[in-house]
């Protein structure tokens, strides 16, 4: 659910340049590298000659408002909210508290080492 949230409310920019007719670069989220046509007008400042060289700019944008409160939905989708948190609850049970008997047991102080004593050993 957060991951459908975070998606729907994402937004990015597609940048594309073209040099005439073609397109020479795409770039999500930063600007698209200019062609070398462009850069050496730039250095020779040709203002004057007009730029075959083009950009363009696709915003997509995601939702900028998300539900506030419950009371903004209608009844099916509030019947529907209520219902599947209701089951959704209902599904796990909690168990029954476990009682340990052995919790405060202490075992007996180990003086000798009884299978050494009768020497009795796995084989």
């Given at each position: 659910m957060a991951l459908l949230v975070l998606f729907s409310t994402v937004s990015f920019t597609i940048e594309k340049h073209y040099c005439g007719d073609v397109l020479?670069?795409?770039?999500?989220?930063?600007?698209?590298?200019?062609?070398?046509?462009?850069?050496?007008?730039?250095?020779?400042q040709k203002i004057t000659k007009k730029h075959c060289c083009k950009d363009e700019v696709d915003v997509i944008k995601g939702q900028?408002?998300?539900?506030?409160?419950?009371?903004?939905?209608?009844?099916?989708?509030?019947?529907?909210?209520?219902?599947?948190?209701?089951?959704?609850?209902?599904?796990?049970?909690?168990?029954?508290?476990?009682?340990?008997?052995?919790?405060?047991?202490?075992?007996?102080?180990?003086?000798t080492d009884i299978l050494i004593l009768d020497q009795v050993f796995l084989i």
């Open positions: 020479v670069d795409v770039a999500l989220f930063a600007g698209a590298e200019k062609c070398a046509m462009e850069t050496q007008e730039l250095a020779l900028d408002e998300l539900i506030k409160s419950f009371n903004d939905l209608d009844f099916e989708q509030q019947l529907f909210i209520t219902s599947f948190v209701y089951t959704y609850h209902n599904l796990f049970e909690s168990l029954p508290k476990q009682t340990v008997p052995h919790k405060d047991y202490a075992p007996p102080k180990l003086i």
